[in-house]
């Protein structure tokens, strides 16, 4: 295992059931999508600290192929190592994960509520500035969140 930081793993960010199932290789090896995952591990850290509870990762980094089974756009921030898609059962549901973050001084690029079922939370590279763009995804669209 690669430890990132104290408590998520490289292996743990580019896990994926989807790459798995259908023999795609998910493991990342762009030097600039590595060096975005470590960045992403760093700001995960962030927010199990604000949580004060372990952050489960639904999924982070995503090479084309599996972005594209799952139908995202190819320009997701989980295409370059810098988003993940989270819950944190120990602390509450999605929206009160969403809501923390919101509530706190966590630098993002986009939280976004999707589904009432995890909460997105990306960035834009480190040093580049961060939009804190809040968003609701579910059966009815895209909306600002609140």
């Known amino acids: 295992m690669t430890k990132l930081t104290d ?9 994926s059931e989807i790459a798995d199932r259908n023999k795609i290789d998910n493991i990342p090896k762009d030097p600039i999508v590595l060096k975005n995952l470590y960045f992403l591990a ?16 639904n999924s982070a980094y995503r090479c084309l192929g599996v972005n594209n089974l799952l139908g995202s756009k190819p320009t997701s921030a ?30 993002y690029d986009q939280v976004i509520l999707e589904y009432d079922r995890w909460c997105h939370i990306g960035f834009k590279p480190q040093g580049e500035p961060q939009r804190l763009q809040q968003l609701i995804i579910d059966k009815s669209g895209t909306r600002n969140y609140g």
């Open 7 to 15: 408590h998520f793993t490289l292996e743990e960010l580019y896990a």
């Open 42 to 57: 760093t700001q995960l850290e962030l927010v199990r600290s604000l949580l004060n509870s372990p952050v489960h990762i």
């Open 78 to 107: 989980h295409v370059q190592g810098l988003a993940a898609d989270i819950v944190c059962p120990a602390f509450g549901n999605p929206r009160a994960v969403v809501n923390a973050i919101i509530g706190s001084n966590i630098q």
